[in-house]
């Protein structure tokens, strides 16, 4: 957290609240919708920022919905918050890849698995790269180029890792 006293799945969900209110389920689905394609989030970690946002004033809770859901609208502060959060430096990504991470012990696996973790990973990243490129399509279609141009790095990421499972050795 910088100046604005938010991290960033907290600014994720202000910044999806800009679209209007939504219960923390909306707001998982459009999390999932946008920015899962270069951005996790939990349904965990959005039920437990939604309080800390309206206890900091950044979101305000509406009328309780059909099964007790809650509608939460980014308020004022909030909106002042995500502004402050937009020209903060965004620091430094971080890699966790869990295949990487695996080949980098290879020669402890047998060949069987490697080749198993191998054709697993081709298969996760070339649907993950079908569905993106549709995503960035739509948003291309919608006008969106913002969104399109997030995307596109979900796009260049899984053609990066498809390229690099080619060149991984898997057969020992």
């Given at each position: ?102 080949i980098a012990?290879?020669?402890l696996h ?25 995503q960035v ?36």
């Amino acid at each position: 957290m910088a100046d604005s006293g938010v991290n960033p799945t907290a600014a994720a969900l202000l910044g999806l609240l800009h679209e209007g209110p939504m219960t923390g389920g909306q707001l998982m689905a459009a999390a999932e919708r946008r920015l899962a394609p270069y951005w996790s989030m939990t349904r965990s970690q959005v039920y437990r920022e939604l309080p800390v946002l309206a206890e900091k004033g950044l979101v305000r809770l509406g009328k309780p919905g059909p099964r007790m859901s809650q509608p939460y609208a980014i308020t004022a502060a909030g909106k002042r918050t995500f502004s402050r959060w937009l020209a903060e430096d965004p620091g430094r990504d971080t890699i966790r890849n869990p295949i990487a991470l695996r080949i980098a012990f290879g020669q402890l696996h047998s060949a069987t698995q490697l080749k198993s973790l191998q054709a697993a990973a081709n298969e996760y990243h070339t649907e993950a790269l079908a569905r993106v490129r549709e995503q960035v399509k739509n948003a291309r279609k919608e006008g969106d180029t913002y969104d399109a141009s997030a995307l596109e790095f979900a796009v260049a990421y899984h053609k990066a890792a498809l390229s690099w499972l080619k060149s991984a050795p898997v057969s020992s």
